[in-house]
């Protein structure tokens, strides 16, 4: 079982980017799935998460300008990040609970640096 996150780079302020994670193994079943992030010397924190149901939740500080959406068929997440602040500067990190073989375990992407910056 894999979870590949792709899409970050470089953002001016007031761009925008879109943030991918597919999750890959044989005979799987994703459940809920989320975005996270770390800005340096920081603790990583919760962006926005998705429930296999469609139920979201957004961080206070991203709330009106991502949208965080999942293609059931693909398993695949995505997040859309509009009005990039330089705040938003992270290593974003997606996350989800993965059933395989009978078993939930809990899987992280290996990270995509986004950089907002003029």
């Known amino acids: 079982v894999q979870l590949q996150a792709s899409g970050g780079g470089l953002a001016q302020p007031g761009g925008f980017l879109r943030l991918s994670c597919a999750a890959s193994g044989s005979g799987i079943s994703v459940s809920n799935m989320g975005w996270y992030r770390q800005a340096p010397g920081k603790q990583r924190e919760s962006v926005a998460e998705i429930t296999s149901l469609g139920r979201i939740n957004y961080a206070d500080s991203v709330k009106g300008r991502f949208t965080i959406s999942r293609d059931n068929a693909k398993n695949t997440m995505y997040l859309q990040m509009n009005s990039l602040k330089p705040e938003d500067t992270a290593v974003y990190y997606c996350?989800?609970?993965?059933?395989?073989?009978?078993?939930?375990?809990?899987?992280w992407g290996q990270g995509t640096q986004v950089t907002v910056s003029s």
């Open positions: 996350n989800a609970d993965i059933v395989s073989s009978w078993a939930v375990r809990n899987y």
